[in-house]
């Protein structure tokens, strides 16, 4: 299948227009042709593996811009999942990313994982913060773990307010699943406490199954196949068999791996997708379904200043759900909201999962760029529907920037009527 999809590639070069690393670097093999012409030769036994085709293979944020944009319908993303893959098992990883995918793959190591670095960044000198990066972020930028994870702060089942957004009737209006994954979980509660806010005073019944655990596509994008596999089985099983209207998602890289990822890697290794595909047809992303229900919400009458807002649209939001323009009309719509558009909106913030700190000289010239431009509009507040690109953008601004990174709903839920 790979051969085949590989023939397909005309070299028309529309996808190095698109391509993050390819417009930052500017150098032929960073393009996503590059990759698969490489990737072509290595299939056919020409090109050896060696530590410079995994950089090259890796230094890509996986972004999706290139398949989204081939006219020869090429999957990008599956052959370089599958190379990478091939690239692990006769290369290995760094111990980084080895320690990252062993946390990963099981939901207690994670866990214990988490409370350690809690506790060291609350040991760790000021001093020692400052001066000290990971990848391309400064230690004393990191956000606050969570001091106890989202999911075990919450209840599994969460019911509405008796009198939700401008219903009168007091019911139930239907029910949904929220799939939190590991950011809200341990990074960012105040996102998953502004979408409980949010689902509750709409009229909506909130199912967290406890027992979910990482989407997997860190380990799906670091060649872990078998760990990633046994993610998709518990994730599969925590989210089957609820009678809901949708299974949502805060994050667009969980929503790319539960709409389009599981029923692929579950009908690869020759089970049935039945399950996987019945859970993808009702993945929905959180601001489209707000945007959906934007009616039925109540904003604060008492606000009457207007906020500077502006937004970053994730790659996966752009790809995956294509929700992006979805967003920033859900934005301009707010009354309290004076949104501000970057001329780069749409561009890529050079976060990606791991590649911040995998490749952070790169990262940092995408993620200033950015800044600049952001900074040139002039808004107070900078949200942004990924906790990677949450966590790079505020990462790497500086003291003086005045500019707060948050996600969407967290602004819009810091504005409803309280009931
Ligand atoms: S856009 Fe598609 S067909 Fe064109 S060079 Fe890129 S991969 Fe090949
Ligand atoms: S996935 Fe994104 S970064 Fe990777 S080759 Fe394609 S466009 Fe470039």
Same mark, same amino acid.
């Given at each position: 299948m790979t051969e085949k999809s590989l023939q397909n590639c005309g070299k028309c070069g529309l996808c190095l227009s698109v391509c993050p690393v390819y417009k930052t670097l500017k150098q032929e093999q960073s393009s996503p042709r590059a990759k698969l012409q490489l990737i072509k030769a290595h299939d056919n036994d020409?090109? +050896?593996?060696?530590?410079?085709?995994?950089?090259?293979?890796?230094?890509?944020? =996986?972004? #999706?811009?290139? +398949?989204? &944009?081939?006219?020869? /319908?090429?999957?990008?993303?599956?052959? $370089? =999942?599958? %190379? *990478?893959?091939? %690239?692990?098992?006769?290369? #290995?990883?760094?111990?980084?990313?080895?320690?990252?995918?062993?946390?990963? #793959? *099981?939901?207690?190591?994670?866990? $214990?994982?988490? /409370?350690?670095?809690?506790?060291?960044?609350? $040991?760790?000198?000021? *001093? !020692?913060?400052?001066?000290?990066?990971? #990848? &391309?972020?400064?230690l004393k930028n990191f956000p606050k773990l969570n001091d106890i994870p989202f999911r075990k702060a919450n209840d599994e089942i969460i019911l509405p307010d008796k009198r939700s957004g401008k219903r009168s009737d007091k019911k139930q209006i239907g029910t949904v699943l929220y799939f939190t994954g590991c950011a809200t979980n341990y990074l960012y509660d105040d996102t998953g406490l502004a979408f409980i806010g949010i689902l509750k005073h709409l009229g909506y019944k909130i199912i967290i199954p406890k027992n979910q655990t990482c989407c997997s596509i860190p380990l799906l994008f670091h060649g872990a196949k078998d760990r990633a596999l046994k993610n998709?089985?518990? &994730?599969?099983?925590?989210?089957? /068999?609820?009678?809901?209207?949708?299974?949502?998602?805060?994050?667009?890289?969980?929503?790319?791996?539960?709409? &389009?990822?599981?029923? *692929? =890697?579950?009908?690869?290794?020759? !089970?049935?997708?039945?399950?996987?595909?019945?859970?993808?047809?009702?993945?929905?992303?959180?601001?489209? !379904?707000i945007d959906q229900h934007f009616d039925n919400l109540e904003f604060d009458s008492n606000i009457t200043d207007k906020l500077s807002v502006t937004y970053h649209a994730p790659c996966h939001t752009r790809n995956s759900f294509g929700s992006h323009i979805i967003a920033e009309n859900l934005l301009q719509k707010l009354p309290f909201v004076n949104y501000k558009k970057t001329v780069d909106v749409n561009e890529c913030c050079g976060g990606g999962g791991t590649f911040f700190y995998e490749y952070p000289k790169v990262s940092k010239k995408m993620v200033d760029k950015k800044i600049e431009n952001a900074k040139a509009v002039q808004a107070s507040l900078w949200t942004t529907d990924c906790p990677v690109c949450r966590m790079n953008l505020a990462g790497n601004l500086n003291d003086n920037d005045n500019l707060q990174v948050l996600h969407p709903l967290t602004l819009i839920h810091s504005a409803l009527k309280q009931t």
């Amino acid at each position: 299948m790979t051969e085949k999809s590989l023939q397909n590639c005309g070299k028309c070069g529309l996808c190095l227009s698109v391509c993050p690393v390819y417009k930052t670097l500017k150098q032929e093999q960073s393009s996503p042709r590059a990759k698969l012409q490489l990737i072509k030769a290595h299939d056919n036994d020409t090109l +050896a593996t060696s530590p410079l085709l995994k950089e090259i293979v890796s230094k890509c944020l =996986m972004c #999706g811009s290139c +398949a989204a &944009n081939c006219p020869s /319908g090429i999957d990008h993303y599956s052959i $370089f =999942m599958e %190379m *990478r893959e091939k %690239m692990v098992e006769t290369l #290995g990883e760094t111990p980084a990313i080895k320690s990252l995918i062993y946390l990963l #793959g *099981r939901e207690y190591r994670l866990k $214990f994982g988490v /409370g350690l670095a809690r506790t060291g960044q609350k $040991f760790v000198p000021g *001093r !020692f913060a400052k001066n000290h990066k990971l #990848g &391309n972020i400064p230690l004393k930028n990191f956000p606050k773990l969570n001091d106890i994870p989202f999911r075990k702060a919450n209840d599994e089942i969460i019911l509405p307010d008796k009198r939700s957004g401008k219903r009168s009737d007091k019911k139930q209006i239907g029910t949904v699943l929220y799939f939190t994954g590991c950011a809200t979980n341990y990074l960012y509660d105040d996102t998953g406490l502004a979408f409980i806010g949010i689902l509750k005073h709409l009229g909506y019944k909130i199912i967290i199954p406890k027992n979910q655990t990482c989407c997997s596509i860190p380990l799906l994008f670091h060649g872990a196949k078998d760990r990633a596999l046994k993610n998709i089985t518990t &994730n599969i099983n925590a989210l089957k /068999g609820h009678a809901v209207d949708a299974i949502l998602v805060d994050c667009s890289t969980c929503g790319e791996a539960l709409k &389009n990822e599981y029923p *692929r =890697m579950i009908e690869k290794q020759g !089970f049935d997708p039945l399950e996987a595909k019945k859970i993808a047809a009702k993945v929905q992303d959180s601001l489209s !379904f707000i945007d959906q229900h934007f009616d039925n919400l109540e904003f604060d009458s008492n606000i009457t200043d207007k906020l500077s807002v502006t937004y970053h649209a994730p790659c996966h939001t752009r790809n995956s759900f294509g929700s992006h323009i979805i967003a920033e009309n859900l934005l301009q719509k707010l009354p309290f909201v004076n949104y501000k558009k970057t001329v780069d909106v749409n561009e890529c913030c050079g976060g990606g999962g791991t590649f911040f700190y995998e490749y952070p000289k790169v990262s940092k010239k995408m993620v200033d760029k950015k800044i600049e431009n952001a900074k040139a509009v002039q808004a107070s507040l900078w949200t942004t529907d990924c906790p990677v690109c949450r966590m790079n953008l505020a990462g790497n601004l500086n003291d003086n920037d005045n500019l707060q990174v948050l996600h969407p709903l967290t602004l819009i839920h810091s504005a409803l009527k309280q009931t």
